[in-house]
């Protein structure tokens, strides 16, 4: 959920001031139509973690729309006239009307995460609260509401940095109180509960917009584009007569243009000896915990995505080796058949999922879904974006079934790719692994690239990590997935 | 939930005979339709009391329709193969593919229930299954599913009847066992938890049908309609271009015509004597709850809805004066104002809910939406199916804040409803209280009787009850409202 915001964005002070007085003038614009229009209303909720930038962005977002028409609403505890209600009139009374957009700072996704993170509330009424908000943003939606929801984030270390800067400064020392240290010191668990609470509300109707707190500048500009390219998609639908609700909100690119994939590595060192050794160490562990009494009680299921020619399938066989024969299927995804077609596209795999005390290897998978499916247009982009979440339902309940979920993403670069398609032209044996569908789909990286982004954002869930590969050099990225699953299946076997 | 399958419907056997054969035919005709065509599943949920005609509703479909296209799957307890993977997997095998029927009797709704029925389950791990099966429901109508979902009911004395009958004739008797004895004294623990479920998972896209199973006659042509109108409405929808997910489920009249206003007697008799000595004791009784110390952390709130003429307006009066006007405000509904049209249509009842110690009287409210506006067409159907769902959050969420919810539907019969417009167009004070309007809903009495019916199964919850109330005698009207508001409230205030 949080791999995106923890690159480590930023833009330097002459990018803002380029983009800044055009970002305005439109976001002005685009306000000035909304209020005009009355097509519908705009709530914008303000979460995330202390010190990331939420109050910052509440004035900015003041300072550059027109007041008359925006509202924030602070909450703290309920005051009398409040607790003496039901726990969510304090919101219905903050609703903006038709035309006019409300910022709520503090609104009902705080408490549940805070009474989570502290121990105060249960796994089970945490879920029943939430699908209670699902409920509720989905009436909002349904009304015509435009939810925008954002979540400010800070890494571990980002948040340690920023309140170590406050307190160097005596202009801001006063800031950083105790209890923002003490806050501190739960990090892990409020973002792991974060996690659990984003995932589950980030609905196709109201998705979350994660944003990196880092930068002021950087999440300025995110909060600023997000908002607009919300606001005129669908004013958009609206003119055009669609209902609110088929719009799904589109994910947004960062404006750094840094991303996962082009933040990684592509070509690391290893060389053949080092590999055989590594190679021969990791099959022997593999085998071994595949074997163990405790594996009998679970199952493994492997998912390899990637490019054409990223080595998915050389990997897969160096697992194999380690295998017995009747322990393991292989199971490629190509095409569905007739009878998978007819079928709801999770079906597919529903059917091929292992046994206690066996392995799936899937060697591309019902991720298909938000990768071919998106960039070909195969489905709509309603039916992608609500994939997310049935995903994340899917791999739930395979892992709380028992089964270990290891994910890989073999990551190779355009020029690494065209090498290996030419050298599979020129051997005899490797001549049927291209075909004129490899050369189209290599014309369609720029738009895999943000797929695949926004595929490990919204589905590496503390379940069923992705783990990004660096596969230029296959010895590498042959070593790195035994590692990555040979390290998960011991911890887990334990 | 249960209120109109409780009424006691019937159909003899001659009037089964001439509806059958073209019912038959109807069915055959359109399963053939959507083989051919293959536009989307059909996936039949069977459920219900024990007794309730299930298993021979199961046979009488496989009997009805060609059985080359429907497949029925009866689940137990997980065989190995299926206890060896998540514990939706046997359901997902048994899904129709496109073109097909098939019909899933034990299926993911018989654990939770059985469950929690049994005390195994606590209330908020059963929300949080509940709310997977929504998602996964979702899921399915998302990916064109057709789901029709039945449920099948007796009243606790209808279960009891059925058993003694099966108990009494040497033929059935061996059907009779212990536990099914045990099953009937758990009865009423298990009808709560069953109108729970249905509640929360009755969703406009995959509506709960609750059919009557004391008489197999009746029973029969329900489930067939049903099925049948469901299908035509599907196959329409598509074939027109529009997607599966745009339709909501219409509700089904009963074939026998009998329902829940037409089995009142509307007439009850009560003299001015009668009702001036009850009216005093009642009113004292009420002014005594309100004025308790239990009181003050509570709150009232109630729902005054009817025909025109019906007589909310005297009941209201009657309720006031027993009452501190410091305490009570009376809220009347007419059109929205703008402000409150710019809104989502449950904000303007947010807006006026009454804080602690304080009561508010809504002289007609929210149930507008599933009323006028459903009749007049002022929303979609989409948006009159969801609003069931979201006035029972709303109203759950009343009740859980402390309020106390009471909701009248007062029923007034077409004559009197006549002569009372008549009387009141004599009486100079009243002149203003007829208008043209008044003539105009008379006529559209037909279209509000099944809305009203609908929405009282649907909205009538162990937390905010309707109670009907015969009202073409003014007098026994407010005695009866007053009996059940003051009872109400001396036993929540205890």
């Excluded at 299927?329 to 596209?345: G, M």
Aim: proline share 5%; charged share 30%; aromatic share 10%.
């Amino acid at each position: 959920m949080f791999e995106s915001a923890e690159l480590g964005h930023r833009l330097s002070k002459a990018e803002y001031e380029t983009i800044e007085p055009k970002l305005r003038t439109d976001l002005l614009d685009v306000q000035f139509d909304l209020f005009e229009h009355k097509d519908f209303a705009v709530v914008i909720l303000i979460n995330g973690i202390d010190g990331a930038g939420r109050g910052e962005t509440v004035n900015l977002l003041n300072e550059w729309m027109d007041p008359r028409h925006i509202e924030v609403h602070a909450f703290d505890r309920p005051t009398g006239e409040e607790g003496d209600r039901p726990p969510m009139w304090r919101f219905w009374r903050a609703l903006p009307p038709k035309g006019k957009i409300g910022v709520l700072f503090g609104n009902w996704y705080v408490d549940p995460i805070g009474e989570r993170a502290g121990g105060r509330l249960k796994k089970a009424p945490l879920d029943q609260r939430l699908s209670e908000l699902n409920r509720f943003e989905a009436m909002l939606a349904a009304e015509g509401v435009l939810l925008v929801k954002f979540w400010f984030h800070l890494s571990r270390a980002g948040q340690k940095k920023r309140l170590k800067a406050l307190e160097s400064s005596p202009a801001t020392r006063w800031r950083v109180q105790q209890a923002d240290w003490d806050f501190y010191e739960q990090y892990d668990r409020y973002r792991e509960v974060a996690e659990h609470v984003l995932r589950r509300t980030s609905t196709g109707v109201a998705p979350w917009v994660i944003v990196d707190g880092t930068d002021p500048q950087y999440r300025a500009v995110q909060v600023g584009r997000t908002l607009l390219e919300r606001l005129q998609r669908r004013i958009e639908y609206v003119r055009k007569g669609f209902r609110p609700r088929q719009t799904a909100a589109p994910l947004v690119a960062a404006p750094d243009e840094r991303n996962l994939l082009n933040a990684l590595v592509l070509s690391q060192p290893m060389d053949k000896k080092a590999y055989d050794k590594a190679l021969e160490k990791l099959q022997g562990r593999l085998a071994l915990a595949l074997r163990s009494d405790a594996f009998a009680r679970r199952s493994l299921v492997l998912v390899f995505e990637g490019m054409d020619a990223a080595g998915k399938g050389g990997a897969i066989r160096r697992i194999t080796e380690a295998l017995d024969t009747r322990q393991y299927q292989v199971i490629p995804i190509a095409a569905p058949t007739d009878e998978e077609a007819a079928q709801p596209y999770l079906w597919r795999f529903w059917r091929r999922l292992p046994q206690r005390g066996k392995v799936a290897i899937f060697d591309r998978s019902w991720y298909g879904r938000v990768l071919v499916e998106r960039v070909e247009g195969f489905c709509s982009e309603a039916d992608w974006m609500r994939a997310y979440a049935e995903i994340n339902d899917f791999e739930d309940q395979l892992v709380s079934a028992g089964a270990v979920v290891v994910k890989f993403w073999l990551s190779v670069s355009q020029d690494e790719q065209l090498a290996r398609f030419k050298a599979r032209e020129s051997e005899t044996f490797k001549r049927y692994k291209i075909t004129p569908d490899d050369w189209r789909n290599r014309e369609k990286w720029p738009l895999y690239e943000p797929a695949v982004c926004d595929m490990i954002d919204r589905t590496s869930t503390s379940n069923a990590l992705w783990t990004l590969v660096e596969a230029d050099n296959k010895y590498f990225a042959r070593v790195k997935i035994l590692r990555t699953l040979v390290n998960k299946l011991e911890a887990v076997l334990e």
